[in-house]
């Protein structure tokens, strides 16, 4: 089962990695960390803080992703209402639009390798990705 895993996720996770590469730099002149840090910020995590701990990286990385989406006007800063010492970051107009068509393109692209599965296959991958989903929950980061 492990030898399985390990031929088939990091082969897996390269082509999607690669693919969002050049979607995220060919089209909208991001990086990958950017387009991640943006897929945080749009999931909920608002602060430079919280984003370096779901990413498991420095701070000063984060901040560094973040000014130059901020320089793009991609996502903003604003302080915090409750604490004026934080600043809480969110995407623009713009952000959600570009963050909106990767994620399209990433489905699509995503859609035509699985178009050829017989209906099973999809349910058993379904079913494994599920799985697999409630084991990291529980685990951590592999």
Known sequence: MVEAFWEAFPPLWGQIRAHIRRQ??????????????????????RSVHELAGVKGISRAAVSQAVDALVSRGLVTRRPDPVDRRRVQLELTLEGHALLEALFQEASLWLQERLAPLPREELESLLFALKILRRISAHAGDF
């Open 24 to 45: 995220a730099v060919e089209r909208s002149g991001i990086t990958v960390e950017q387009f991640y840090i943006l897929r945080h910020i749009h999931k909920g995590y």
